[in-house]
């Protein structure tokens, strides 16, 4: 599928996860988008999952909770 990010335009692949594990929190059935190698240096935790946990920043820290 095609996407538009803060780098331009680009194209990525839909998956679905059977579960994305931080430290001690779970989450099943996360939507996500895998990008070619080249395209990101990072892996990024994005809205299909942070929406399904509590989060706040706490002094430049991401927090997350279940």
Avoid: K
Avoid at 16 to 41: K, Q, S
Avoid at 42 to 49: A, D, K, P, Q, R
């Amino acid at each position: 599928m095609r996407v538009n990010t803060a780098n331009g335009e680009g194209r990525a692949a839909r998956v679905e996860l059977t579960r994305v594990e931080v430290g001690d929190i779970t989450v099943r059935d996360v939507v996500a988008l895998v990008v070619p190698d080249d395209v990101l240096n990072v892996n990024l935790l994005g809205m299909s999952f942070l929406s399904r946990v509590r989060w706040t920043q706490d002094h430049g820290q991401l927090v997350l909770e279940q």
